[in-house]
Nanobody, 122 residues
């Protein structure tokens, strides 16, 4: 069974920084694209950033230039460095990964972490 475990959330003042990490655990799997999503109170879950296996990235407009997504394929981790945080960044942040079990043929399915709360105070 493949699981995603996030860490690094917490309370920070506006203008501060946080680093979220997510580890994919399990056995006999291959990871495809990975990403971070967030859900603020009363709002729908939205994409924050994604990263392909080759390292290509995509960002939601409001975080571009402030957030940086990265991954370590050897450690099965994806990270999100968040700088210049704003109160509107307050949300539960979810790690996301497309995973296929092995051996081939590869059939990718979506896996979510349990979420980690980020609170930015003004």
């Amino acid at each position: 069974q493949v699981q995603l475990v996030e860490s690094g959330g917490g309370l920070v003042q506006a203008g501060g920084s946080l680093r979220l990490s997510c580890v994919v655990s399990g056995s006999n799997f291959r990871i495809g694209n990975m990403g971070w999503y967030r859900q603020a109170p009363g709002k729908q879950r939205e994409l924050v950033a994604t990263i392909t296996t080759g390292g290509s990235t995509n960002y939601e407009d409001s975080v571009r230039g402030r957030f940086t997504i990265s991954r370590d394929n050897a450690k099965n981790t994806v990270n999100l460095r968040m700088n210049s945080l704003k109160p509107e960044d307050t949300a539960v942040y979810y790690c996301n990964a497309w995973v296929s079990t092995l051996p081939p043929p590869l059939r990718y399915f979506e896996v979510w972490g349990q979420g980690t709360l980020v609170t930015v105070s003004s």
